[in-house]
Structures are given as C-alpha cells and as structure tokens.
C-alpha cells in the first residue's frame, strides 16, 4: 500500500533534480525551468500531507503557490528578455552586474 | 492497482526530469517538463485533489510551459540546424514516455470512474475547495489579484521595447 | 457507470488506429525518393521564405504574459462558480474586486499602447 513517505520521498527526488539542475545548467531559461520544478515538488508535498492529515488547507496552499509561480514566470522571463537585450546572451555566468 | 499506478506515474516523473535537465536543447527540455507536470497532475488526481490536477494542467503545462518556449523562440535560442525528418532516437523516449502516461490516464478513467478504489481515503471536491477559498481565504484571493496586477504591470516595464535605445548608454 | 465512456473510448481507440495505421501503412508499403523539394517544409505551396526560426517581436511577449495573468484569473472562476449560488452576494462582491484590480493592469498596459500593431 502506498503511504504518505511514498510520494514523499518522490517530492524529495525531484526537488533534488530541481537543485541539481539549477547548480548545473548554465542557460538562465532552464535553470528558471529547474526553480518551477523545485516549486513543483513543494506542491506534491503539500497535497500529499493534505491527503494523509485529511486537511484541505494544503490544497489551498497549492493554488496559491501556483499563482505566484505564474507571477513569477511572467516578471523573470522578462528580467531574461531585457538581460539578453544588454548581453545578447543568457548565460548565467555573464549575470555579474547589478546595474548596466 | 493505486500502488501500481503510483510507481508508474512516478517513473514516467522522474525519466522526463531526468531528461528534462540533461538535454542540451531547451526546446527539448520544455517537452520533457510538460510530461512531467502531466504526470504529477495525474498523481494529484490519485491524492484526491481534482481541481488541483486540472490546475497543474491549465497552469503549468498549458500556459507557463508555454510561455517557456515562447521565449526560447523569441530570443533564437533553438539551435539551428534542422533535423531531417524524425529523429526516433531523439524523440523514442518522449514517445514513449507520454504513450506510457496515455494508458495510466485511460486505465484511471475507465477502470474506475467513480474512483472510489483508486483514490485514498480522502477527497476534496471542487465545491469545498471553493467554499473555504471564497470564504475563510477570501482576503489571500484579493492579495493574489494585487500580485498578479504587479505581476503584469512589471512584466510590461521590464520588457517593453525602450523607445530612445541609442541615447542610453 | 462505465457505460457512459464506451463512446469515448471508441473514439480514442478509432482515432489511435488511424492515425498509426496511416503512418506505418504508408511506411511499409509506400515507395520513398526523397527529392530536395520533397524535404522541404510546406508554406502554403509556396517555396519557403526564410527560416521559421527567426526571432520575433516583445509584443508578443507582453501579450503571452497577459495571457499568463487572465488565464490565473479564469482558474480561480471555476471554485467561485461551482460554489456561486451559496456564496451569495459577499463571493459575488468578491470575485468582482479580484476582476476589478486585474483590470487596473490591463487598462494601464492598454493605456501604453503594448497592445498595438502599428
């Protein structure tokens, strides 16, 4: 029988995969999609726990992270677009300056 | 038959990521996080969170992704050479992945769709969900539509096309 | 229960059948020469012009972002609307502020002419 551990310790795989993405992949867009999957692993922690503790408020929690995750796509994909402008690059080993 | 469908749709989650944060091309990489994010809705749906799975898959996969690859187009990020005609060694794992993720849904709509034996002992219908999001969380909704005004507000501010380019410097 | 998905699943099992059966039959039995014009991507009949990689304008961006923003506020429709009825006038009041503020964005990004073509 598959208990709450089990997809547990599936969300702690990928927020592992996530991190590991984001440590080495130099392209700023899969890094960005890297964080979304880290993000994507909370979710699976939070309705998993909702699940097991038969309590709704961690499905609340999901809807919101979603939404600040879409917020987030929105103003960082457009942070990389206006770096690329400058840089014509996005590797994020040229992300050294906090003001151009 | 739910554990069965666990280690499946966990296995289809973790290759597509796996891969997903290997390919060299992002194009590719987005393919692969659109089947992981399908696979985890479907594991949402076993955790008894209906609406959150259809959520993953309007917001995720259907308009974030998207945006993803959006912008890898915009800014030529693909590399260029184009292939010649399909590539099964390319492309053999995503089909193969996403056919796989196609029977897990078919088999969880059709063995049972009242999904009573599936679905583990708790089940949040839509109907509760928005009873306690409009009621106990009705103010977090309102700070949620302030985020997504500031959201929308600096996305055109820092991507807008600057009308005097040349004078800056 | 089952019954009322018997159409749909003919229809999934219909259109898998012909759409790989099309593609293997018309590999195993089909005749293959490649010519240049062949291989090359179809626009329309024409020869192609140009890549269909090129980059393209941030307008589009500004208005995929939008679509981003109004998309989150359709997905928090749906549990309003199951629920309209008994969330009453206060779910009503609420879910018109919730469109009332998105609206503010939309109006200033109207207002500074992102959503023009010239």
């Given at each position: 029988m598959i208990s709450v551990y089990h997809y547990m310790s599936v969300a702690a795989i990928l927020f592992a995969l996530g991190t590991f993405g984001v440590l080495t992949r130099r392209n700023a867009i899969v890094v960005f999609m890297c964080i979304e999957l880290m993000l994507n692993s909370v979710n699976l922690t939070f309705i998993a726990l909702s699940s097991h503790l038969q309590n709704m408020d961690g499905q609340v929690f999901v809807l919101f992270v979603m939404t600040v995750a879409a917020a987030e796509a929105a103003v960082g994909l457009a942070l990389m677009i206006a770096f690329y402008r400058n840089r014509e690059s996005i590797d994020v080993d040229q992300i050294n300056m906090l003001k151009w | 038959m739910a554990s069965l469908l666990f280690y499946i749709l966990g296995f289809i989650m973790l290759t597509a990521t796996l891969l997903c944060i290997t390919r060299r091309n992002p194009v590719h990489a987005v393919i692969y996080l659109v089947v992981g994010f399908f696979a985890l809705a479907l594991m949402f749906y076993l955790l008894g969170a209906p609406l959150v799975a259809a959520w993953e898959v309007i917001v995720?996969?259907?308009?974030i992704m998207v945006l993803f690859l959006f912008i890898i187009m915009m800014l030529g990020l693909a590399p260029q050479e184009l292939p010649e005609g399909p590539n099964w060694h390319r492309w053999g794992p995503l089909v193969l992945l996403s056919s796989s993720l196609m029977a897990c849904t078919l088999l969880l709509i059709f063995q049972d769709p009242a999904a009573t034996e599936i679905i583990g002992t708790y089940y949040l219908a839509p109907q509760e969900l928005g009873e306690a999001l409009f009621g106990r969380y009705a103010l977090a909704v309102e700070v949620v539509s302030f985020q997504l005004l500031f959201a929308s507000i600096g996305a055109y501010m820092l991507g807008r096309s600057l009308p005097k380019e040349d004078d800056e410097s | 229960m089952l019954d009322s998905y018997l159409p749909i699943l003919t229809l999934i099992i219909i259109a898998l059948c012909f759409s790989i059966g099309s593609v293997v039959f018309s590999r195993l039995i089909g005749e293959k020469r490649m010519t240049e014009l062949k291989m090359s991507p179809y626009e329309c009949g024409m020869p192609?012009?140009?890549?269909?990689r090129e980059r393209f304008s941030v307008k589009f961006y500004i208005i995929a972002m939008l679509f981003i923003v109004f998309d989150i506020e359709v997905v928090f429709m749906y549990p309003w609307a199951v629920m309209f009825k008994r969330l009453g006038l206060f779910g009503f009041m609420e879910m018109g502020v919730f469109i009332l503020i998105l609206l503010v964005g939309y109006a200033y990004v109207w207002k500074k002419g992102a959503l023009e073509w010239e």
């Open positions: - | 995720y996969a259907g308009a | 192609p012009v140009g890549s269909a």
